[in-house]
């Protein structure tokens, strides 16, 4: 059984970039920029930067680098300007429901909503040629007590939520807190003995949580993507996410196959 798993899960991945069809995403995979080294081949064929003292003249050691400081962010930003932090913080805090504790749950199980996404909302088109036009963010939620995608527009100018839409069946990409708890989720599972013992031959060290892998989660919609077999039919309406999975500053752990229904905190396996 250790053998089957690891040919389908444990296989490492070397290449230069992980392909998925369907609608799955691709993601690519850039070698690091001292790859070459370990064959002396690193360095060699580039063209000198202009201005470069000819090989063999020693010029002292380069001036110290300056790091120009980030530019103080006001509280409030100026007609299309990104949010600034300030703005963001005051939208989520507004648009939070304010619900009896219980009756949202974000995806650890704790109390209120998992906070997704906190963007710049559109101008009205009555809006547009205005000097100084209203401030709106777009905040948006998961609420894994009712499986409810929640989106709610604030107006930061005048500090109230103006609009509020809740759906059903809907599933945004996941935010990375989401991805990190899958990955605990699937290291705790029996099914991801392939991904344990994958680390422990990459590392050797035992892997007992999420904290030395860099996870990426996309959605897994069940039937909406093909034949969703058995406890797979419910997603779509739950909240179910695959994983690329990779060892920090390592190689990468092909997960795919495995779907987290965080809904349901189980964890199923593709084919």
Same mark, same amino acid.
């Given at each position: 059984?250790?053998?089957?798993?690891?040919?389908?899960?444990?296989?490492?991945?070397?290449?230069a970039a992980i392909a998925l069809t369907g609608t799955a995403a691709m993601a690519a995979i850039t070698l690091p920029s001292d790859a070459g080294a370990a064959d002396g081949t690193a360095g060699q064929n580039r063209p000198r930067a202009v201005g470069a003292p000819a090989p063999g003249r020693d010029q002292g050691p380069p001036p110290p680098g300056r790091v120009e400081g980030a530019r103080p962010q006001g509280?409030? !930003? %100026?007609?299309?300007?990104? @949010?600034?932090?300030?703005?963001?913080?005051?939208? %989520?805090?507004?648009?939070?429901?304010?619900?009896?504790?219980? =009756?949202? #749950?974000?995806?650890?199980?704790?109390?209120?909503? /998992?906070?997704?996404?906190?963007?710049? $909302?559109?101008? #009205?088109?009555?809006?547009?040629?205005? $000097?100084?036009?209203?401030?709106?963010?777009?905040?948006?939620?998961?609420?894994?007590?009712?499986?409810?995608?929640?989106?709610?527009?604030?107006?930061?100018?005048?500090?109230?939520? /103006?609009?509020?839409?809740? %759906?059903?069946?809907?599933?945004?990409?996941?935010?990375?807190?989401? $991805?990190? /708890? =899958?990955?605990? @989720?699937?290291?705790?599972?029996?099914? !991801?003995?392939?991904?344990?013992?994958?680390?422990?031959?990459?590392?050797?060290?035992?892997?007992?949580?999420?904290?030395?892998?860099?996870?990426?989660?996309?959605?897994?919609? !069940?039937?909406?993507?093909?034949? #969703?077999?058995? =406890? @797979?039919?419910?997603?779509?309406?739950?909240?179910?996410?695959?994983?690329?999975?990779?060892?920090?500053?390592?190689?990468?752990?092909?997960?795919?196959?495995?779907?987290?229904?965080?809904? =349901?905190?189980?964890?199923?396996?593709? !084919?």
């Open positions: 059984m250790h053998h089957l798993m690891h040919r389908h899960l444990g296989k490492v991945v070397a290449g509280e409030r !930003g %100026q007609g299309r300007d990104p @949010l600034t932090d300030d703005e963001v913080r005051r939208a %989520q805090d507004l648009a939070l429901p304010r619900t009896p504790r219980g =009756a949202a #749950a974000d995806v650890t199980g704790r109390p209120g909503p /998992e906070r997704l996404t906190t963007d710049l $909302a559109e101008l #009205a088109p009555s809006e547009a040629g205005l $000097a100084d036009p209203p401030r709106r963010a777009l905040v948006s939620f998961y609420d894994y007590r009712s499986d409810s995608y929640l989106t709610r527009t604030v107006n930061l100018t005048t500090s109230k939520v /103006e609009s509020t839409d809740t %759906q059903h069946g809907v599933q945004p990409p996941p935010s990375h807190a989401e $991805a990190v /708890e =899958a990955a605990r @989720l699937l290291i705790a599972a029996s099914l !991801g003995s392939g991904l344990r013992q994958d680390y422990r031959d990459a590392t050797g060290r035992d892997l007992t949580g999420p904290d030395p892998l860099s996870v990426t989660g996309f959605v897994y919609r !069940g039937r909406a993507e093909g034949e #969703a077999p058995g =406890a @797979l039919g419910d997603c779509g309406e739950h909240r179910c996410i695959r994983l690329f999975t990779k060892v920090k500053n390592g190689r990468w752990i092909d997960t795919r196959r495995f779907v987290i229904d965080l809904s =349901a905190r189980t964890v199923a396996r593709l !084919g």
